[in-house]
């Protein structure tokens, strides 16, 4: 059983800058595919970006190209989030997930995860 722990979360202001963090336990990091999802109250959980299990794929929702970068430390069996230049409708619960046998096409669907964090609360005031 793999479990994921995120933190990292709190409230800034737009166009500062978070870092989240998301541990892995019971897995080694290396084994899965990584990704982090956002969700606001009433709406779908969506995609935020990805990584596939070897690392050789990253892929990002097209509102934070260039903003957010996902980073994998295989030695801490962590997985990074560094979100830049955070706007108002980056505000979300952010969780993180595991995925045992994703394939590159399934890597922004949600679906395909095995397991997820409970999430933690980003806050972007303007």
């Known amino acids: 059983q793999v479990q994921l722990v995120e933190s990292g979360g709190g409230l800034v202001q737009v166009g500062d800058s978070l870092r989240l963090s998301c541990a892995v336990s019971g897995r080694t990091l290396s084994g899965h595919a990584m990704a982090w999802f956002r969700q606001v109250p009433g709406k779908e959980r969506e995609f935020v970006a990805a990584?596939?299990?070897?690392?050789?794929?990253?892929y990002y929702r097209d509102s934070v190209k260039g903003r957010f970068t996902f980073s994998k430390d295989n030695a801490k069996n962590t997985v990074f989030l560094q979100m830049n230049n955070l706007k108002s409708e980056d505000t979300a619960v952010y969780y993180c997930?595991?995925?045992?046998?994703?394939?590159?096409?399934?890597?922004?669907?949600?679906?395909?995860?095995?397991?997820w964090g409970q999430g933690t609360q980003v806050t972007v005031s303007s």
């Open positions: 997930a595991a995925g045992r046998s994703v394939i590159t096409s399934a890597l922004r669907d949600r679906a395909a995860y095995d397991f």
């Open positions: 990584v596939s299990r070897t690392g050789g794929y990253t």
